[in-house]
């Protein structure tokens, strides 16, 4: 290629499943119109495959985007297949809300070789955490992260565990409490500010929309979003395709990554164009007015 290559991004999302077990008010996935499935097992492998020509020490997978998945019941054999094949990956991460983290899956999940997992569980009460959480049950969801931790020092696993909370009205109250609750079993409590997904989730009331773009966003130069059909977005918050930038059926991840879509993309938010771009006109993280989006119990750091 003549022009500059972006090379790898530094975070690769593999969307096996965008079902989900629970019908959560902030979160978009209700709203989607994108057809639903399952990853097939053919397109994984060759996913894998592109990745073993690239040098991916500062590259993160995450196996998850809209989808709850442990639905998914490939989901730990993807695990195992990627740390087999990837051998020098920085490291693969699962976030899941636990509801069907069962002692089975428990063990699984803790032999698969999986680095870090993300719990999200928002709230340090039933009453507030059913009112965001629906479909979902607080109390088998608690009893199966209690065992899970137990499980995970009988197996002496050293896998990074973070409990994450979703900060809104209903629950602001109780940080301190979930702090409490979970820093004896987690290895990281991170605290998460709302987000308004494009204008189709539950939105953070304090977060006023600007007219005027605030920020370039690094999302499409770092990072790459492959849904469970192989279409490719530019953006964790992008729950619908809005940008589809290509396919890596036909396609290699390299190839997608330096295309003239992407490239069009990183011109305008880079030229402060954002506006003219769909969805980035709708975000906040470019047009609101607070860009960091929590905060992590390690080194008290502020992750934005």
Not at 107 to 130: M, N, P, T, W
Not at 202 to 207: E, G, P
Not at 267 to 292: H, M, V, W
Request: glycine share 4%.
């Amino acid at each position: 290629m003549s022009k500059i290559e972006y090379k790898i991004p530094k975070e690769i999302y593999i969307e096996t499943t965008n079902h989900c077990n629970a019908h959560c008010p902030m979160c978009p996935n209700d709203q989607m119109k994108r057809e639903r499935g399952i990853m097939d097992w053919t397109l994984f492998v060759k996913i894998v495959r592109d990745c073993k020509e690239l040098d991916l020490e500062n590259t993160t997978i995450y196996l998850h985007k809209e989808g709850e998945p442990l639905i998914d019941s490939k989901i730990f054999n993807r695990v195992r297949y990627i740390k087999k094949e990837l051998p020098n990956l920085k490291e693969v991460v699962l976030n899941t809300n636990a509801m069907l983290l069962n002692e089975e899956n428990t063990i699984q999940l803790l032999h698969s070789g999986l680095d870090k997992v993300f719990f999200s569980v928002d709230g340090a009460r039933e009453e507030s955490y059913q009112k965001l959480r629906l479909g979902l049950d607080y109390k088998t969801v608690i009893d199966n992260l209690i065992r899970f931790f137990e499980l995970k020092r009988q197996y002496h696993s050293n896998i990074h565990t973070v409990m994450q909370m979703l900060v809104y009205h209903e629950n602001i109250n109780e940080v301190h409490d979930y702090k409490k609750q979970w820093e004896d079993f987690a290895d990281e409590i991170f605290i998460k500010k709302m987000h308004n997904y494009l204008d189709a989730g539950m939105s953070d009331m304090t977060q006023v929309k600007s007219d005027k773009q605030i920020d370039v966003c690094q999302e499409p130069f770092e990072n790459m979003i492959i849904y469970w059909n192989g279409d490719v977005g530019i953006c964790c918050w992008d729950y619908d395709s809005f940008a589809n930038v290509g396919n890596v059926r036909d396609k290699s991840i390299v190839e997608v990554f330096n295309n003239s879509s992407y490239e069009i993309i990183r011109t305008k938010l880079s030229n402060y164009k954002a506006n003219k771009l769909e969805p980035c006109s709708r975000c906040l993280r470019i047009f609101g007015q607070d860009k960091i989006a929590g905060y992590s119990s390690v080194d008290e750091n502020i992750v934005r």
